[in-house]
């Protein structure tokens, strides 16, 4: 599934803070998108129906965790990205993100080969 730009925030909150309130997400991506409460909320519950994001329960709060794995959601988005804005045949260089501050070096070698093995199953099935 392809996350929104506001549901990607989101997500990135998410992959670097571990799971939150929503009282925690809020305050954390506020200012950053000048939303009130209760838009939070509610993205972050369309989020949870998506598969974007899951929700349990601790002590009567409701914990929020990204249930969309980090790697392949952002292959999949430099994917689309590379094809739909780039008009690229295949994936776009890995080394372009090396400054990325989303991604350790081991994301990264690991993002290359997600990224290169959809592009191996492409060309096979194209």
């Known amino acids: 599934m392809k996350p929104l730009a506001s549901e990607l ?6 992959w670097k803070s571990g799971s939150q309130s929503i009282g925690e997400i ?9 939303w009130s409460r209760s838009s939070s909320r509610k993205t972050v519950e369309r989020m949870v129906d998506k598969g974007l994001l899951n929700v349990r329960d601790e002590h009567g709060l409701n914990i929020y965790r990204a249930q969309a ?9 430099i994917q689309s990205f590379a094809a739909d804005v780039l008009g690229l045949d295949g994936p776009l260089p890995v080394s372009n993100l090396v400054k ?3 991604l350790s070096g081991d994301e990264l070698a690991e993002l290359e080969a997600v990224l290169n093995a959809a592009d191996d199953q492409q060309k096979k099935n194209g």
């Open 100 to 102: 990325s501050q989303l």
């Open 69 to 77: 794995k980090k790697i392949p959601t952002l292959a999949g988005l």
């Open 26 to 34: 809020h305050n954390a991506i506020k200012i950053d998108l000048g």
């Open 9 to 14: 925030f989101i997500l990135k909150h998410l």
